[in-house]
């Protein structure tokens, strides 16, 4: 084989090993991609929690609300008493996220 030929041949290898990569390439990119939309849904997230503090009721009619519940998701909870607190502080425990809090008397 002519050296114009040999060489012909090794960039005909290299293009397709190349070439095998593009579907590799290309799930890695949708992932790279899907990780983005991931991020900016966090982004935006965190974006709108001030407004969410601030709107923020720490007291519903029913009692107190769930700190927890209102920032992460919007949804207002209410927490009831669990009892075993100390002389200073009542434990109370979120009827949706189940989450604990120790909240001192007033």
Known sequence: MSRAGELKQIATEIARGLQNRVSALQKELEKIKAREVEIETQLNFARSVP???FNYQPELE???????CWIKHE?????YPIGG???THDFFRCTVCNE????AFR
């Open 85 to 87: 607190g100390t002389s």
């Open 51 to 53: 407004d969410r503090l």
């Open 100 to 103: 604990k809090f120790e909240i």
């Open 62 to 68: 029913s009692g107190p609300q769930c700190p927890s």
């Open 75 to 79: 949804n207002r909870a209410p927490l």
